[in-house]
């Protein structure tokens, strides 16, 4: 059964049963089960592979294939030079960190290149598997990569968090723009603007581009429930992305710490940091995100920063310790819910439509001249 009045010229592309996206979360989040359950609820279901080899994205995506015949996306990190870091960089950088890596009884890391996976070789492989949609975030692939999605019929979704990103990529020649709010949870998909200034709400954010651009926009930031979708169709989106709202599932790939920090009714307050990766990114505020904050002039540049504090998180992670974990979530995660996948995308669907009905039953109830159309004055 489709949503009444939220079918969209993206949703009918795809096949979906209404207008959801779930987030594609690299490091782990979404496992082969997890998009597959979305994608067979009538969703649109994403892998986050970024952090993943060649090898272990084919492995990951025939995984997602023999569990679902639907359609489903990949997600990269657009490709970008490694940074080049001086000895003072990285001393500032270990100095910072030394505390936690002595409490946690780990010594001090090497840090040398690479921070990244091959983003040509995972393509390659993309390009081979023809997901339905290659969704990226952190800049531009380049023309060259976007053709060849567009040869073999997978459509691109890129990021923006501001109206000049918007049309970076409309001008690249992508399907489809995920707006980006500042209340999403992890790394911003930022790519020509990294100041806070630039920290664009989604409900300003989706209008602006709705209104500049011609192809679809997805909204995506602090979405949690059905009646936040149906406010982001309201604002002019063809979807809505929700990541976080995920996260909480049965066959979500996070840690049992993660999980339960997530549940944690005492700990709601998320924050922006560079502390882990070395980009923005939004998370429940723990020690080592507040500690750290007043030591920005040694955070790396993204990814050598990722890759730095990684021995932190994996260590933080095998004894359960959440205040040295990065807890991505957006400011939406009060109202996070522990369900299986099917069951939270089923649930949306419902509250989508129940929220249209009652816009559509207020706006005729209270002001019938504005529901059919006509001048009240």
């Not at 290149?113 to 070789?121: K, R, T, V, Y």
Request: aromatic letters at 8%.
């Amino acid at each position: 059964m489709q949503i009444a009045g939220s079918r969209t010229n993206l949703v009918t592309r795809l096949g979906l049963k209404g207008p959801l996206i779930q987030a594609p979360m690299a490091g782990g989040a979404t496992t082969p089960e997890l998009v597959a359950a979305v994608c067979n609820a009538g969703a649109l279901g994403s892998l986050g592979g970024a952090y993943l080899n060649p090898s272990e994205l084919e492995k990951v995506i025939r995984q997602i294939k023999r569990l679902t015949d639907r359609p489903f996306a990949v997600n990269l990190f657009a490709p970008s030079p490694e940074p080049s870091l001086n000895e003072n960089q990285i001393h500032a950088a270990i100095a910072a960190t030394k505390s936690y890596r002595q409490e946690l009884g780990m010594p001090d890391p090497t840090v040398k290149p690479p921070f990244s996976q091959n983003f040509e070789d995972q393509f390659s492989l993309l390009l081979n598997e023809r997901p339905a949609v290659f969704s990226f975030t952190f800049g531009l692939p380049g023309k060259k990569f976007l053709e060849e999605c567009r040869k073999r019929g997978i459509l691109t979704f890129g990021t923006a968090t501001t109206l000049d990103e918007g049309l970076a990529l409309q001008e690249a020649g992508v399907d489809g723009v995920v707006a980006q709010g500042a209340e999403a949870g992890a790394q911003r998909g930022a790519f020509l603007a990294e100041n806070e200034d630039f920290f664009i709400g989604l409900a300003a954010l989706v209008p602006t581009l709705t209104s500049k651009l011609h192809i679809p926009v997805i909204a995506a930031g602090g979405i949690m429930n059905g009646q936040g979708i149906a406010a982001a169709l309201t604002l002019g989106a063809e979807a809505a992305q929700l990541g976080t709202a995920f996260l909480a599932c049965d066959e979500s790939g996070i840690s049992t710490t993660y999980r339960d920090a997530l549940l944690d009714p005492k700990r709601r307050a998320t924050r922006l940091t560079r502390a882990f990766t070395g980009r923005w990114a939004r998370g429940l505020e723990n020690r080592f995100i507040v500690e750290m904050a007043s030591k920005e002039n040694a955070v790396l540049p993204f990814p050598a920063q990722n890759a730095f504090t990684q021995d932190i998180r994996k260590k933080a992670t095998e004894l359960g310790l959440p205040e040295y974990l990065s807890l991505w979530a957006g400011q939406g995660v009060g109202l996070i819910r522990a369900l299986k996948a099917e069951t939270l995308v089923t649930t949306l669907f419902k509250e989508i439509s129940d929220a249209m009905n009652r816009a559509g039953t207020y706006l005729r109830q209270g002001y019938p001249d504005m529901a059919n159309g006509q001048d009240a004055s």
